[in-house]
């Protein structure tokens, strides 16, 4: 059923109320008219019964009575008046003086209790149409008190009085004849205001779906459609303001995405309305258990000052300045800044600073000259050594010459697996653009990393775990994502000790970049030493000796190999043991 449209219901509603005022004036009038009438009709026998009373008051005053004034009533005032006029004067008490009806003055009974004549007692005049039972005829009566006696006159209420009294028609007629004119006005009226409606009711439509078309919307010239014009400018600049601000949102959100800092939005229930994947990943660093959770934070220990903090914040209620608290926050070797600021609608920011970076570049520069020259002193001397014994004793047996020729083979390999790792990290700090990327599987890498190590973890007694997803897809270079899970593999094997678990996962993908877990159930690392870590050629056995192999660079490696894909990475001790590190590669 094809709904009713608005011009429509305010023709039919203005139609409505036009009808009933009409009715209600009509009726008004007509009753109106009756009245006057009425009182035309009382006023002429008004005139009668004042003529009456005048003739029975003179009559008296001759110095006969009322009661005697019959023959003289009948003489000289009845050849005047209408001859269907009925002339009746009564006494206070109701009795009949005089009747001019011969039929009626038969009747003797009290008329105090006529409806007119106890009018005319009480209000000194009063009328009243009735039937009389004593001639059988309806008459329009009319009484009036003079005092002494009452004059009632009555009219048969025939076909003439009842015409009379009738309203005229005329009114009824105009009204008739102008309602197709005022109908014309209405249906003019209701459609100026049905298309402003309508302009209006299409424009918000519209609107609703998002799709208003301003060059297509348009309202007549009527105060209801400058209306309409005004509501549409409004909401076209809110619009573009609605874009603006979006656009901001959008470029803010962008700019929090690729903070420096972990930075996350709260509402005034600490329930996370934002947090950038920097943020995740530092939270994770501090708490004990890794968590894409972060309404963890408010149980951990290490957030109880800012827990504190906002439960003051929240109890001041405070609107005048923004409130602002800063603390650090030290774990695994590092030092992470947190600070909150807490807006007047109680949600809050808290950001989250990595502030070891700098300390460790100023460390690693400072002993970087120091270190590369050490490192590789010791295999030059060694292979100088073995070569200067071959060259000054010719006589050596042809064992020690090939014992010797080993060892500074052994030396020369050790140099060039240090030329070719500090290479690598000198690549991918200064020309990572030349490195290729392409998608990859991170759980394929990782199982062939462990496949190719089965025997040195077989040798060590170790088990090695891959509990990263099949299809984990990073976008990267293979050679640096190989040397992550690589370094991170043979670092456990060199220091984690016999009969223990190497265990690799992904425990987050929030679609932009994968969260990983590398841990072993070793010894550890001492806390002091757990920051100096990725230091280029830092080890942590005592007097830096190199039994375990290695060039010193591994971990670093792993550093620089995880900043290529735009990823971060900590490292700590694990409470059940062992060392674990967290990192995030961009997807």
Known sequence: MKPITYKAKL???????????????????????????RELLETRLRTYADLTAAEAQLTSDTGQTVSGTDSLVRQSLLATLPGDLRLTIISRQGKVIFESDAKASRQTEDHAGRPEVKRAV????????????????????????????????ALPYDDTVQNFMKADNIFLWFVLLIFPVVLVIL????????????????????????????????????????VGRKVTHCYRRLEETGRQIAAERERLIRHFHYF????????????????????????????DRPTANLNAIWTAEEMKPAVEFLDITEKQQTTADVPYFKFNITTGGNWFAVQLLVYRDATFEMTIADVTR???????????????????RTPVSSIRGYLETLTDCPGLSEAKKQYFIQKAHSQVVRLTDLIRDVALITKTEEAPETLPKERLDVSAV???????????????????VNAVPKGTMVTGNYSLLYSIFRNLTENSLRYAGENTRLVAECYNDDGEYAYFLFYDTGVGVPEEHLKRLFERFYRVTEGRTRDCGGTGLGLSIVRNAVAFHSGTITVRNRKEGGLEFLFTLKK
Not at 199 to 217: K, N, P, T, W
């Open 11 to 37: 023709l039919i509603n203005f139609t409505l109320i036009f009808v009933v005022f009409a009715v209600v004036l009509v009726l008004f009038q007509q009753r109106r008219e009756t009245t006057y009438r």
């Open 122 to 153: 009480t209000k000194t005049e009063g009328s009243d149409i009735r039937h009389s039972e004593s001639t059988g005829v309806t008459y329009f009566y009319f009484a009036k008190n003079y005092g002494g006696f009452i004059v009632r006159v």
């Open 187 to 226: 249906i003019r009226l209701s459609d100026r205001f049905g298309k402003a409606i309508a302009s209006l009711r299409h424009f918000i439509d519209s609107a609703e779906r998002g799709l208003v078309d301003y060059d297509h919307i348009s309202f007549p010239h009527s105060e209801l459609g400058d």
């Open 260 to 287: 420096e800092e972990g930075i996350a939005i709260f509402s005034a229930d600490r329930q996370k309305m934002y947090a950038n994947p920097r943020f995740l990943q530092y939270v994770n660093t501090i708490l």
């Open 358 to 376: 700098t300390e460790k570049n100023k460390l690693l520069k400072q002993q970087m000259s120091n270190n590369i020259t050490h490192e590789l």
């Open 446 to 464: 990782v199982a062939d990393i462990f496949e190719e190590l089965q025997q040195p973890l077989h040798d060590a007694h170790m088990t090695a």
